[in-house]
């Protein structure tokens, strides 16, 4: 049931392409639908999108990342009997109640959206789809199946683009959503045809530490991810038309570099708790540790050049009749930059279970409170913007609380880092504010080049300070955990 474990390094990777090729699927589907359909087909397309992910964080999310864990837990232990009476347990559960989340969707997209019948059936089938990909991408991270996975989400990609190539060369505008069904069904299916066949049954402590983990897990997720889903939601039927296309646009844009952040998350999670069930404290320390020194080392860098670059960069990738979406993107930026910082750091949490996970999801509640206070005090009279610093607002104490919990309770020493991070954002920041001219390539891509100078040379002496600490720590016998 398992394959060979080539290493973490290669599952990351691995784990990384399938989302880049998962979520570049998406991105692709916004950009045709954008560019030849217009701001209103993007709008009403992402926000069913939105509809059917804010679903699946019901339910079907957290269960896939809890086969995540109690699969790869059970599998660690030497229990593939343990394992497999999870997988069925997880599938039995998952299907009855993406059944009446599909039922709920279809009538909120005709009261939100207001689509037709068949739309909503659409939006329906995606919730179905989306929610079964969900849970087999955990179960097959669970087994340890990083390769399969991985060219499973090819398959899917390359199914969803040539799809929606077809519907919008025959001008079949109802069938937007067909493309997306058949890639994650087709995902989805690939898991279900090869279900785990060992014998084992759960115990009643085992299903009860399971569902405490998974409802748990359901009010994280849901606070955390769902708060970028309403955002949409909320602009698609407040901001309905134009609007809601620009504020699909800006999110096509701010948040593919994510994935590279959730790709780390999903790979890192299984290995994680097989550390963690084995008692080993400090290779989970000193994981957290270097995956967030990384993290701000390239995502920093990453976000600061799309936030330069964003005027230019939306008019080139969707045209200029999307240039009214640049501020809204701006803000969209730092906060998925915010949200990619303590992936980590939240996976260090959840990951000692019940007690983990719902710490987690108090905290990721905090900011959604705050981030939808914010965005009903706003969207009346910023609009689209409005909705986009209530999800910064939010995202800033959704990632701010375990960031700094972690910090705290392993000692980590991130001050300079924290620091460094900070001023990045306060010099971007600035930069924009007094950059009349960043609407233009050359100004845009000359502040990029001092910006990545800058932070190059910052990274370099950083690094080079950390190499020094360590080489004097293990001169004198210290720990070599601080990574």
Do not use: K
Not at 186 to 191: N, R
């Amino acid at each position: 049931m398992t394959e060979r474990r080539p290493g973490l390094a290669r599952d990351t990777g691995l784990s990384t392409l399938g989302i880049l090729l998962s979520g570049g699927a998406q991105f692709v589907v916004s950009l045709l639908v954008g560019r030849i359909s217009g701001p209103d087909a993007l709008g009403l397309i992402r926000g069913s999108l939105s509809l059917a992910t804010t679903a699946s964080l019901l339910w079907p999310s957290a269960a896939g990342q809890s086969a995540s864990l109690f699969v790869a837990r059970s599998l660690g232990a030497g229990e593939p009997g343990r394992a497999a009476a999870y997988e069925r347990h997880l599938t039995r559960t998952t299907a009855a109640i993406t059944v009446v989340l599909a039922v709920a969707v279809a009538a909120v997209a005709r009261l939100v959206l207001d689509v037709s019948v068949v739309d909503s059936a659409w939006v329906a089938a995606l919730v179905v789809a989306f929610s079964a990909y969900q849970l087999a991408r955990g179960i097959r991270f669970g087994r340890g199946q990083i390769a399969r996975a991985t060219w499973w989400e090819a398959a899917a990609a390359a199914i969803m683009v040539g799809l929606l190539v077809a519907v919008l060369l025959v001008q079949l505008p109802g069938l937007y959503l067909a493309p997306l069904v058949t890639g994650y069904g087709l995902y989805a299916a690939g898991v279900w045809l090869r279900p785990a066949r060992e014998p084992g049954r759960l115990g009643a402590r085992e299903r009860a530490e399971l569902g405490t983990f998974v409802v748990w897990g359901v009010a994280g997720t849901l606070a955390s991810s769902g708060l970028l889903q309403l955002s949409m939601v909320i602009a698609a039927a407040v901001e309905a038309g134009r609007a809601a296309g620009l504020y699909a646009a800006a999110i096509s844009l701010a948040t593919p570099m994510s994935m590279v952040a959730r790709a780390l998350s999903m790979a890192l999670f299984p290995e994680m708790a097989r550390q963690h069930g084995r008692g080993d404290e400090t290779v989970t320390r000193a994981i957290t540790d270097r995956v967030t020194r990384g993290l701000v080392l390239v995502m920093v860098p990453a976000f600061g050049s799309v936030a330069l670059l964003a005027e230019p960069l939306m008019v080139l990738v969707f045209g200029t009749e999307y240039r009214d979406a640049v501020p809204a993107l701006r803000v969209l930026l730092l906060a998925v930059l915010l949200t990619t910082i303590p992936v980590a750091a939240v996976n260090s949490i959840n990951v000692r279970g019940p007690r983990g996970v719902r710490a987690s999801a108090l905290m990721s509640w905090g900011g959604l409170v705050v981030g939808m206070g914010t965005i009903g005090a706003l969207v009346g009279s910023r609009g689209i913007l409005g909705v986009a610093v209530g999800y910064l607002a939010g995202s800033a104490v959704t990632a701010g609380l375990p960031y700094a919990y972690v910090w705290r309770r392993d000692g980590h020493r991130w001050c300079p880092l924290t620091l460094a991070l900070v001023a990045a954002v306060l010099s971007v920041a600035a930069t924009l504010a007094a950059g009349a001219r960043l609407t233009e390539w050359t100004w845009s891509l000359g502040a990029t080049a001092v910006f990545l100078i800058t932070w190059g040379l910052f990274a370099r002496l950083f690094s080079q300070r950390r190499r020094s600490r360590a080489s004097r720590r293990d001169a004198h016998g210290g720990s070599v955990t601080e990574l």
